[in-house]
């Protein structure tokens, strides 16, 4: 995925510029990235703020974690807590 779409997908999501250069994710949202590179998937939830650099895109999550990966790689990208209320799956 070119970094223009990477950009577009971030942008759809809600993402808020901060004064250090990374976009954060407006509370109570997160993202989570999809990836794959040679056949392998990867996903990475829970993620709070992102940077873009180059070819590259950096993102922090909740609990801490630093994932550096490969724009292209991204294929897609799920707001979470995007919608507020509502009855959640399962039991209560």
């Known amino acids: ?17 901060g004064d250090d250069g990374w976009l954060n994710i407006p509370e109570p949202r997160t993202l ?4 794959a590179h040679a056949g ?6 829970k ?3 992102v940077h ?4 590259m895109v950096e993102a922090r999550s909740s609990q801490g974690e630093v994932y550096i990966l490969f724009a292209a790689d991204v294929f897609a990208i ?4 995007a919608k507020e209320g509502g009855r ?5």
Do not use: C, K, Q, Y
Not at 3 to 17: E, F, I, K, Q
Not at 32 to 35: F, M, P, S
Not at 40 to 45: A, E, G, K, Q, Y
């Open 1 to 17: 995925m070119a970094d223009s779409r990477v950009r577009a997908l971030l942008d759809n999501a809600g993402v808020v510029p």
């Open 32 to 35: 989570t990235l999809h990836l």
């Open 40 to 45: 392998v998937p990867l996903t990475i939830s």
């Open 47 to 49: 993620i709070r703020t």
């Open 52 to 55: 873009e650099r180059d070819e």
């Open 78 to 81: 799920v707001v979470e807590g």
């Open 88 to 92: 959640r799956a399962g039991f209560v």
